[in-house]
């Protein structure tokens, strides 16, 4: 479960009613502090809420058993996935929007929320992440039938995300959402500042 007494926010409790609610989840081995070093470069009408993910991973935690690089068994994602909308849940009445946006392990998780509810979030945002492979269960038709804003960021020498999975993710995005996919020339398993500035000109226009 996600630990609500562990969400790091940007706004104290009584200025977040009213506020769209971008939720952050990291990367494998970091932690809920990792993804606010972004709040100073993304637009301030939005309230960041960064999660922890639950089980432990090194000095960090993750979302989910690792598996294969890129391709994690998706039974454990949707439990993960649950998590998170259960955590979203106790706070949605609060925010008018809800966005998305993950770094890594975090981009899949962002990506398969999506799936678990194509029509509930203004958009998803995944960098250095990927989709989880495989659809058994009609979900992707829902998703592109909802059609979603996603912003796909990745690195053209990321040394983690297998090119394979990086290419799926891009494929998967094209057919079943409104994407903006980038890539940036000379980056590895990061951000940088030309990826950010372009994460904050597709928040500002959702």
């Not at 690089?69 to 106790?90: C, K, R, Y």
């Not at 509930?120 to 250095?128: I, K």
């Amino acid at each position: 479960m996600i630990d609500a007494t562990l969400v790091q926010w940007t706004r104290p409790t009584p200025e977040r009613t009213g506020t769209p609610l971008l939720v952050t989840m990291h990367g494998v081995g970091s932690n809920e502090h990792d993804l606010l070093g972004l709040a100073p470069a993304l637009p301030s009408a939005w309230t960041i809420a960064s999660l922890r993910a639950p089980l432990p991973w090194g000095q960090g935690h993750s979302w989910y058993p690792l598996g294969t690089p890129g391709s994690p068994a998706p039974g454990p994602v949707d439990e993960a996935v649950a998590d998170v909308l259960t955590w979203i849940d106790s706070v949605a009445e609060d925010h008018p929007r809800i966005g998305l946006l993950g770094f890594s392990q975090g981009g899949s998780m962002a990506l398969q929320l999506l799936r678990a509810r194509p029509r509930a979030f203004a958009f998803a945002v995944s960098l250095s992440g990927f989709v989880v492979p495989g659809d058994t269960d009609g979900r992707d038709d829902a998703v592109a039938a909802a059609h979603p804003r996603v912003f796909l960021g990745h690195g053209d020498l990321d040394p983690v995300i297998p090119a394979e999975a990086t290419a799926r993710t891009q494929a998967w995005a094209a057919a079943h959402t409104d994407v903006t996919d980038r890539t940036y020339a000379g980056l590895r398993h990061a951000v940088s500042a030309a990826e950010l500035a372009d994460v904050a000109a597709f928040i500002e226009a959702s």
